[in-house]
């Protein structure tokens, strides 16, 4: 896998650690021994902030907002990892402290406004205060994308790439009418075939790069571990009051399993458990 993005030089030295010794490592790993060929991600699983940022300035009810994570997205990703028996790695702090799925050192990467929000904790930050996010943060999550993918290339298949998220039901007064998207940038079959299997489900709105496209290169994860070292891929998108709670998981998570199970098999990925 790619590793120039995300910093191959001497990692930095900081005298102050971003998280203490008993806060949680940066990422978790859901299903670790999973045999078949997929790679689940989730890049906002977690609005938690390390204790040393005292919480960005924000108050938790901001923080759990879309702004500081993607609601409903983690136990969707651990429901669909669980079904086919793949592994699934999750992000363990908030999009506000480091955004996994955005270019480091860009604009969006530790955002100072997000949708209206001032986020007191991003602002005049050194290049110092930037290197210990990436350090603690951003770099141990790619590293271990790296790891799991390659663990399935080492079992002699090719990993299947699948990017799981969820978007708010309204942004900048727009009511958004989907209740999925997929994006894609470089062509997809895996992509463009679970946009048709989802939209087989009465009533269902899927956005074919809908509510954002990937085709504006915004999103980091899916882009550097997959699309461009040709790997099988779909980024999801879920809107967030359809998991808002344990029956509508269940219920969306399913419709989702079903789609993608078709999707796999119509497009030709090598899916099956190792």
């Known amino acids: ?31 670790v021994n999973g045999r078949a060929p997929l790679l689940f991600t989730c890049d906002h699983a977690s609005w938690a902030v390390p204790e040393s940022l005292d919480s960005l300035g924000l108050q938790a009810s901001d923080l759990q907002r879309h702004i500081g994570w993607d609601r409903g997205a983690a136990e969707a990703t651990v429901r669909l990892a669980r079904r086919f028996d793949a592994p699934a790695i999750l992000t363990r702090y ?21 949708d209206g929000t001032t ?19 951003f770099r141990p999550y790619h590293a271990g994308i790296n790891e799991l993918l390659q663990k399935i ?40 075939q679970l946009i048709a299997e989802l939209r087989r489900n009465p009533g269902i709105v899927v956005g074919d790069n809908e509510p954002y496209s990937a085709q504006g290169k915004f999103d980091f994860s899916r882009m550097h571990h997959a699309s461009t070292v040709g790997l099988p891929y779909a980024l999801i998108e879920i809107r967030e009051d ?21 999707a796999l098999e119509a497009s030709g990925c090598d899916w099956q458990v190792l």
């Open 1 to 31: 896998m790619q590793n120039d993005v995300i910093g191959t030089n001497q990692p930095f030295q900081s005298a102050s650690p971003l998280l203490a010794p008993h806060e949680p490592r940066p990422y978790r790993i859901e299903n």
């Open 94 to 114: 908030s999009r506000l402290v480091i955004d996994c799925n955005r270019v480091p050192r860009t604009a969006d990467s530790i955002p100072e406004t997000s």
């Open 119 to 137: 986020i007191p904790g991003n602002h005049g930050l050194s290049r110092a205060d930037t290197e210990r996010r990436e350090e603690a943060l």
């Open 153 to 192: 290339q080492g079992a002699g298949a090719t990993p299947i790439y699948i990017a799981m998220h969820t978007f708010t039901p309204r942004m900048n007064g727009f009511k958004r009418p989907w209740h999925f998207g997929v994006l894609w940038d470089r062509d997809s079959p895996l992509a463009h």
């Open 242 to 262: 359809l998991l808002a709670s344990p029956r509508r998981i269940t219920y969306f998570s399913n419709m989702l399993g079903d789609a993608l199970e078709r």
